[in-house]
Each structure stands twice: as C-alpha cells, then as structure tokens.
C-alpha cells in the first residue's frame, strides 16, 4: 500500500462549481497536512495546512482531515478558470523534516 | 512577499559531469530542504538542512550528492557525475520550523541530463 494516494485525475469541472480534492494515507504517525498547488513547470505553493484532525477554512479553500479514517479533503467553492492547476496533497510525522506527497491531482475549470 | 530564489531555472550538462544546483532561501527561516519531481511522477524528497548540517536524507541521495550553505545566503546542492536519471525538477523549499506552517518552495530548476 502506497503511503500517500491521490487520484491523479483530470477533474474538469464548470466555473463556480464546488470542487473536493481527496488523498488517503496509510501512517497513523501523520500529524500534519497541507495541500499545495503547482502550476505547469513552477514550484508548489502552500494553500493550506492544519495540525491534526478538523477542519480549517481560508477564503474559498476548505481543508478537512479525519485522521480515523485517514482521509484528507480540499473544497474549493466558487471555483474560478485561474484555479486549474495540480493540487498536490503532503503530509509530515511532525518532528520530522520531510514531506510526503500525494501524486497531485489535476484541475482544469472551464468557463 | 518574501520568497525561494533558485538559479538557474534550466540546466543541461552532460552525463558525467558536475552540477551545482543554487538557492537563495527565505531570510529568516531556518530549516531548508531540496526536493525533486522526475516528469509526471511524485515531489520526492531529497535531503534537510539545519544548523549548518543534514539533519535527514532519503535513499536517493547518496554519495553522488551533497549540499552546502557556503555563506549566510545561499544553499546548494551538488551531484558530482551525473546520470540520465538525475534528469528532473529539484525544488528548493525553506520553512520557520519542522513541518508545522508548510514549506515555502521556489520556483525549481529544471536539470535535463544528455
């Protein structure tokens, strides 16, 4: 079982939909999540990230963990054309330096 | 917004040869940190970098690779003969501390190895 799994997609969706983002994970020792975008050819950026379980709201990105069913979410509501990009999940020990990644999933929102 | 400088954001050089990989980090932060992304596939980590010394290393970085913060500014990676699968995006990422407020990444170098 693969540490991190994400479905890579394509997600195409219309504008102003509300989007879900998903990974799983198989460490319970994960205490911290993120969710990145990257756009083609760039570097991730950080969108959100939460300690443990809950959930946490930035603007129209909503990140939720359930750490019993190690589960992770993102939403993004009002989705705009400027959102299609790679949004790639990670995950740390904590304690620990790296990162875990998800294999990203890719966005398109069409007009 | 402060953010990771890396130079230079495409290099190729031949199998065999030696390549420094360069980052400016955040000025404040502490912890710093390469990663690479070989095309379509996963962000890997490669190495973790405070107090003047690699605090982790994944199995990718083996002896052919080694890093450096020569002055108070910059952070290196080096890959001394390097191999057609060295090819890949090696991000640069710094943070305040260990895994609680994300990294900030740059914007990559692009390494293309013939």
């Known amino acids: 079982q693969k540490e991190v799994e994400q479905d890579p997609g394509p997600l195409s969706v219309p504008e102003g939909a509300i989007v879900s983002l998903n990974c799983t994970y198989s460490?319970?020792?994960?205490?911290?999540f993120m969710w990145y975008r990257q756009y083609s050819r760039k570097g991730p950026e950080l969108l959100m990230y939460?300690?443990?379980?809950g959930n946490k709201e930035d603007g129209r990105f909503t990140a939720q963990v359930d750490k019993s069913s190690k589960y992770i979410s993102l939403f993004i509501r009002d989705s705009q054309p400027s959102d299609s990009a790679t949004y790639l999940c990670?995950?740390?020990?904590?304690?620990?330096?790296?990162?875990?990644f998800g294999a990203g999933t890719r966005l398109a929102v069409h007009p | 917004e402060p953010e990771v400088t890396q130079t230079p954001s495409h290099q190729v050089t031949q199998m065999g040869q030696e390549v420094i990989l360069r980052c400016v980090p955040i000025?404040?932060?502490?912890?710093f940190y390469w990663y690479r992304q070989i095309l379509g596939q996963k962000v890997e980590f490669l190495v973790s970098?405070?107090?003047?010394?690699?605090?982790?290393k994944s199995e990718i970085f083996d002896d052919q690779f080694s890093v450096e913060r020569p002055d108070g500014s910059n952070f290196t990676l080096k890959i001394r003969s390097t191999k057609l699968e060295d090819s890949a995006m090696y991000f640069c990422?710094?943070?305040?501390?260990?895994?609680?407020?994300?990294?900030?990444f740059g914007s990559g170098t692009r390494l293309t190895v013939v």
């Open positions: 990422a710094s943070s305040e501390a260990v895994g609680s407020y994300g990294y900030t």
């Open positions: 460490n319970s020792a994960f205490q911290y």
């Open positions: 939460t300690y443990s379980s």
């Open positions: 990670a995950m740390s020990p904590g304690g620990y330096n790296k990162l875990i």
């Open positions: 000025s404040n932060h502490l912890y």
């Open positions: 970098f405070y107090n003047n010394e690699i605090s982790e």
